[in-house]
Structures are given as structure tokens and as C-alpha cells.
């Protein structure tokens, strides 16, 4: 019988290829962890009678071990060719038994929290009232149901875009990841206000993606805010400390992103009585000002009109002195009249008395006439012509 | 009711109208016109609360998981 003969690496080559289809899900405890220039992960996984060695990336393991975790881990085994020794390349692996998925959960949790996934200062305020809304959950879930229900009790007139995913096994992580990347990558298309990831409650093995790291970084990592609503009131998961808004269940994730239809009717009713309350009151008030003005525009016309009629009183007293005056006056010129009257030559002419005229001048003495002139002799009645003898 | 009725700008719409009231820097004539449109945006908004329902749009999954 001819031998193949091979090199040592040939050989560790030729096992490897070999070895491929032995990879097998192996579950055991974690002993001896420890990760070098921390990227290289080296542990043992064992029960009471053996032991394996493990060896994986921080790449490839995405959830924090430590010793004496109980875990199931799929690995592909492997013989390295510069020690010959053999080890299990570990592709993933996660805690299993809910003591250790509870350290798993405390582990995962505090190295988040390191990361600054859950810093409350990130955390995005949602609209009062959203208009377009993506939902990340399993169509068939009491959880997505009770959270429609809730919501269209409260409030309406919102789109609601259902991402159908698994909530949990072996899909479900990429689901969810593919989920939020589709939600983010159609941000402009469907302007959504946010996402809702909501599962039913569970047990920490039933919540594992909600509790994985990709899920909780798909949560940090979304542009669009994030609520999450999952289970009972007591099942917080990372998820939950991921986003932007933790409700304690799907209901209560329907409650805490709408408004109560009778809420808002009453408040808007409220609002719609102290606009017309004010309105009233403006009114009112005008009213008010209004007779105000009238008040003062009265006084101000009877004001006038007493003015007026004093001015009036006045004129017609001061006409009255006037005509007083006048008559008065009167009586005075026809005193003097008389006065005047009286000593008019052509009275004392009708007296008998006569003006005797030379040459148009009156004689007042004989001296200023001789004989033989013509005189002209002015009676009361007429004028005669003589001639003095 | 409108087709596109933006439910949140006119509730705000509402409260500012409100608001300006309160403040008592309105004049007759503008709280008239104010109390006017006010009525008309908290009749729209009724109806739109009481009447409109949510709709629901199922993705399309674009991706094939094993």
C-alpha cells in the first residue's frame, strides 16, 4: 500500500480541510477567558472530564464572556501548524442557562454603558403628535396587536409602516438590524416622526436580540428616534436602555407617543371657551369705552352749546346797551336840534326881523349905505329889492 | 376636511390664537377675526380626531434570509 507522504504543514493543511465538517455547536463552561491586544480571544470551554481550547476575534464574538459561564458556542475545529496544537475557532457564542444569560445580559450591559449607548444626553424628544410612524415588530405578536389597539383608541389620521420581523430565534437579529437599516435608509422617502421596536415579554432567553449587541447599536445608531416597548413591565432590555424613549410595555409605547382623543378635545374646548371668554371681555370693554367716549363727547357738545348761548346772551346784552346808547344819543341831537333850530336867523326873521344886503353883504351900521343904493331885504317868506330914499 | 390637514400645525395654530387672547394685546377688530378663524380650525380639528383612523403600511421585506 502506497503512503501519501506529506509535509507537517501539508499534513496540518490537508487535517484542517478534513476538520471543516466536524464544527459542531459545543456547550460548556468558560474557563481561563482572556483577550490579548484586545483583539485575540482565548478561553477554555469544559466539563468534568474535558477540556477544549478556544480561540476567537472580538470581531467574531460580539457578547462578553467570563469564567464559569455556562455557554453554547459554534466552532469550527482547528489544528495551528507553527504549535500543532488543537483549538475550536469560535465563530459565535452565547450564554445559555438563565444564570448566565443574566451575567451575559450584566456583562453586555455595563460594556454599553462604557460605550455611552445609553447616555441619557442623547436621548431625541418625538413630536407631540406623529404623523408617520415605523413600527419594527412580529405582525402576529400580542404585543404589536395590544399596541395598535391602544393607539387607534387614542388617537388617529397617523400612517403606520409595519416592518414585519422575528422577535426572536435565529433570524431575528438581522431582522431587527435590517429593519432599522431600512427605516433609516428610507428617512426621506417615508419622513418618518419615529420607529417603535416592541416585542411581548419573556424570558432572558426569549429576549436575547433585544439583548444583543446589534440590535442595541442599531437602536443607538438610528437617525430617526427610537421607541421600545417591550414585555411586562419587569423586562427592561437593552434595547430599551438604547433608545430614545423606554416604555414598560407595547401599551405603554402607544400611550406615551399619541394623545388622548378626549384629552384633546377637552383642552381644545378649553381653548375655544377662553377665546371667546376674551372676546367677550374685548367687547365688553369696548362697550365701555365706547359710552366712555359718548360720556365725554356729550359734555363736550353741551359744553359748546353753553358756550355758545352765553356768547349769545352776551351779544345780545351788549346790543341792548347799544340801542340804550342810541336812543339816548338821539334824544341829546334832538335837543340840540331844537337848540339850533332856535337860533336859526330865519326864526328870528319870522319874528319880524329883516337882513338888509348890499352887494350880497350884510349892513350893519347906516355908515356902510348912501342914497340911492339898492338894497335887498330878507324876510322870513321871500327877499324884496328897496331903494334907500 | 382638507386632504392634507396638518393636525399638529393647526392645534398650534389654536393655542396661539388662545395665547394672543390671554395676552389682552388684541384689538376688537382683530379679536374678531382671530375668534372667527380660531372656531373654524378647533371645528376642523374635531372632526379630524374624531373621525380619521390610522392606516397601516406593510413593508415589503427586500432582503431574502436563509
Known amino acids: 500500500m502506497q503512503f501519501k507522504i506529506f509535509t507537517p504543514t501539508e499534513y496540518a493543511v490537508f487535517i484542517n480541510e478534513g476538520l471543516h465538517d466536524y464544527a459542531a455547536v459545543v456547550e460548556g463552561e468558560v474557563s481561563e477567558y482572556r483577550i490579548n491586544q484586545g483583539k485575540w480571544i482565548f478561553f477554555k470551554i469544559k466539563d468534568e472530564n474535558s477540556v477544549l481550547d478556544c480561540f476567537s476575534t472580538t470581531f467574531q464574538l460580539k457578547s462578553p464572556l467570563e469564567d464559569g459561564m455556562k455557554v453554547r458556542l459554534y466552532g469550527i475545529p482547528k489544528i495551528y501548524p507553527k504549535s500543532g496544537k488543537f483549538s475550536l475557532s469560535v465563530q459565535w457564542a452565547e450564554a445559555s442557562g438563565e444564570g448566565s444569560l443574566k451575567r451575559a445580559f450584566e456583562l453586555m450591559k455595563a460594556e454599553l454603558e462604557k460605550e455611552g449607548i445609553f447616555s441619557l444626553s442623547r436621548k431625541r424628544e418625538i413630536p407631540k403628535f406623529p404623523k408617520r ?4 415588530a412580529s405582525k402576529e405578536s400580542a404585543a404589536y396587536k395590544d399596541f395598535l389597539k391602544v393607539l387607534s383608541q387614542r388617537f388617529g389620521g397617523m400612517e403606520l409602516y409595519l416592518y414585519n420581523v422575528a422577535v426572536q430565534g435565529e433570524n431575528s437579529i438581522i431582522e431587527i438590524v435590517e429593519a432599522f437599516k431600512y427605516f433609516n435608509d428610507s428617512k426621506d422617502k417615508l419622513n418618518l416622526d419615529m420607529i417603535i421596536l416592541t416585542r411581548g415579554g419573556g424570558s432572558l432567553e426569549d429576549l436575547k436580540s433585544f439583548n444583543s449587541k446589534e440590535v442595541a447599536y442599531a437602536v443607538f445608531s438610528s437617525s430617526v428616534p427610537v421607541v421600545c416597548g417591550v414585555g411586562h413591565e419587569q423586562d427592561i432590555s437593552l434595547a430599551d436602555y438604547a433608545a430614545d424613549i423606554r416604555a414598560s410595555t407595547p401599551s405603554n409605547a402607544a400611550e406615551l407617543i399619541s394623545q388622548q382623543r378626549s384629552d384633546i378635545l377637552m383642552h381644545m374646548n378649553n381653548e375655544v371657551y377662553k377665546i371667546e371668554s376674551n372676546l367677550n371681555r374685548l367687547v365688553m370693554s369696548s362697550n365701555s369705552d365706547i359710552e366712555r367716549f359718548t360720556r365725554l363727547l356729550d359734555g363736550f357738545i353741551s359744553g359748546q352749546i353753553n358756550a355758545f348761548a352765553n356768547l ?13 346808547i342810541l336812543i339816548m344819543q338821539r334824544s341829546r341831537i334832538d335837543v340840540f336840534l331844537r337848540l339850533l333850530n332856535s337860533l336859526n336867523p330865519r326864526e328870528v326873521l319870522k319874528r319880524g326881523y329883516s337882513i338888509v344886503k348890499f352887494n350880497g353883504r350884510i349892513i350893519l351900521s347906516i355908515r356902510n349905505i348912501k342914497k340911492k343904493d339898492t338894497v ?10 328897496a331903494q334907500v330914499l | 376636511m382638507k386632504k392634507n390637514f396638518n393636525f399638529a400645525k393647526s392645534y398650534e395654530e389654536l393655542e396661539i390664537i388662545a395665547e394672543e387672547f390671554e395676552s389682552g394685546n388684541l384689538s376688537l377688530e382683530e379679536g374678531l377675526k382671530k375668534f372667527e378663524k380660531g372656531l373654524i380650525i378647533a371645528k376642523e380639528c374635531k372632526g379630524y380626531i374624531e373621525n380619521i383612523e390610522n392606516k397601516i403600511i406593510e413593508i415589503k421585506k427586500r432582503h431574502n434570509l436563509k
Open chain 1, 133 to 136: 410612524i415605523g413600527i419594527i
Open chain 1, 312 to 324: 349769545q346772551s352776551r351779544l345780545f346784552n351788549g346790543l341792548k346797551n347799544f340801542e340804550e
Open chain 1, 376 to 385: 335887498n331885504i330878507s324876510l322870513s317868506d321871500g327877499d324884496i329889492n
